[in-house]
């Protein structure tokens, strides 16, 4: 059935007039557009014990950072001390004051709207901590989000209507993960906001998976990518690429085989003689495209597949990306768009010749130029892990695939500028190890599917019986 979408007003109103719930908003840097809303529905006086703006950067260091200054303002860490400080103070002040059971909860947030070069990324975090019994332990959700209007006005207002959502979620739709967060854009779009993480906990939420609340974004068209660290939890784009190296390679990792950890190791190997490397500070992914992770006969999601192959890469040690890009130039324009260092994007021989097709660039009015300039930024260069040749075990390196008289020039012009490069210390044994092939044995019960696969892989898919293992 469709979901009913509700106006912003009668949001705020209906939860003016539920006399259980009463809290405090705290918003800084985007003004008080949230509590601007509930008190122009109405019957505000029912719902909120305090407004507060802390703006000024000392003042908030003040309330919030317990002598500790944040390093970034903007951030998950000053928003989680938000909700702290203002929680704390209004259950230690009103807990045992009011007369009728009351569900106490605090809205906060802290956000970058676009300044007056428009220079700047506008972005922020807002979060709920709320409680869905009287005297009951509170839950918590917290959200980054992306503001695109280029006005502040406009961004201010995006603010004051995504605020309502949140709160109105809390109360009447935490116990349908998914319509709670399609309602997050409710009476907005995504060429007004984009969510790129939303994180929930608490003792009604246990229930919720993040990793795959964070997939439904990126089904959704909410977020454009989600990103887990390596121990499996759900991370904001920005923080976790903030002025890192970046490796990322593409795959299904149904399951990841020798192969996959080879082209990791021997492309890792390479990016390490860079000059400025830093290994605290270099950040490699294996990235997921949604289309491997969509059953093709009813577009919908499998999450028990999804979640194994997390699981396996998280357990080798890797982060994971899922994105909504089909064409590599999307993905790394959207990289470009975060203050990261170096990028580095590894494919197979096989997978870089369909990139130099200008077939794929058909929907662009600058054709495969276009898709080139916005796939080699000034931080950007390709690795290419070679393929072998099953006639004669020969190597197949990147000047080895069919090119067109136009795109031989434009591949020797990223050659001599040092923008695509050869993965060298390679295991060759490895090279025509392919996922579809592992995976197809492991249903057939072919138990030669073992040997291709790293012995934690093999252990592991045999304990839970995963792919179709029996």
């Known amino acids: 059935m469709e979901r ?49 703006s802390a703006y000024d950067k000392q003042y908030s260091d003040l309330l919030y950072s317990n002598n500790q200054a944040t390093k970034r303002y903007v951030s998950c860490q000053r928003l989680e001390e938000m909700l702290d400080c203002e929680y704390n103070q209004l259950i230690g002040s009103l807990s045992d004051k009011r007369e009728s059971p009351t569900r106490y909860f605090v809205y906060a947030n802290t956000v970058s709207t676009i300044n007056y070069k428009k220079d700047n990324v506008s972005h922020g975090w807002m979060g709920c901590r709320f409680q869905l019994e009287p005297d009951a332990e509170p839950n918590e959700i917290i959200v980054h989000i992306g503001l695109h209007e280029k006005d502040n006005v406009l961004q201010q207002n995006t603010l004051g209507i995504a605020g309502v959502n949140l709160i109105y979620a809390c109360f009447f739709h935490h116990d349908r993960p998914n319509s709670f967060i ?26 919720v998976d993040n990793r795959l609340l964070a997939v439904q ?22 923080d976790m690429l903030y002025k890192k ?13 020798y192969a996959g950890f080879d082209i990791l190791k021997s492309s890792y190997a390479l990016f390490k ?5 830093d290994k605290s500070n270099t950040l ?12 093709p006969e009813d577009q919908n999601i499998d999450e028990r597949d999804f979640l194994d192959r997390v699981d396996l890469l998280n357990g080798m040690g890797q982060n994971v990306m899922v994105s909504g890009f ?3 130039y999307k993905l790394v324009h959207y990289f470009s768009g975060f203050k990261i260092h170096k990028l580095r994007l590894v494919v197979g021989a096989e997978t870089f010749e369909k990139i130099f097709d200008p077939r794929f660039y058909q929907d662009l009015r600058g054709g495969i130029l276009e898709a080139f300039g916005k796939l080699f930024p000034a931080n950007m260069k ?7 040749k099953p006639e004669t075990s020969e190597l197949i390196k990147s000047g080895d695939i069919r090119f067109t008289e136009e795109t031989k020039h434009l591949y020797n012009y990223l050659i001599a500028g040092r923008r695509i490069l050869e993965v060298t210390e390679i295991n060759k044994k490895y090279i025509n190890i392919f996922s579809p092939m592992v995976l197809q044995r492991i249903k057939a019960g072919d138990n030669s599917w073992e040997k291709l696969v790293p012995v934690y892989v093999a252990e592991t898919i045999k304990k839970k019986n995963l792919f179709g293992y029996k």
Do not use: W
Request: with cysteine.
């Open 4 to 52: 009913e979408v509700i106006s912003t007003s009668l949001k705020a109103l209906t939860i003016n007039l539920d006399r259980t719930t009463y809290g405090v908003f705290a918003e800084i840097g985007g003004g008080q557009e949230v509590s601007r809303n509930f008190f122009q529905a109405g019957g505000a006086s029912g719902t909120i014990a305090k407004t507060i």
């Open 182 to 207: 399609q309602s997050l854009l409710d009476n907005l779009s995504t060429d007004r906001m984009e969510i790129t993480m939303i994180r929930m906990k608490g003792p009604q939420l246990n229930y």
């Open 217 to 238: 974004l990126v089904k959704n068209g909410m977020a454009k990518a989600i990103m887990f660290d390596r121990y499996g939890n759900v991370q904001e784009p920005d």
């Open 245 to 257: 190296n970046v490796l990322a390679f593409r795959g299904s990792f149904r399951p990841i085989t």
């Open 273 to 277: 003689r860079d000059e400025d490397y």
């Open 284 to 295: 490699s992914f294996c990235e997921i495209t949604l289309d491997n992770l969509l059953n």
């Open 326 to 328: 089909r064409e590599f």
């Open 382 to 388: 390709m690795y290419v892990y070679p393929g072998l």
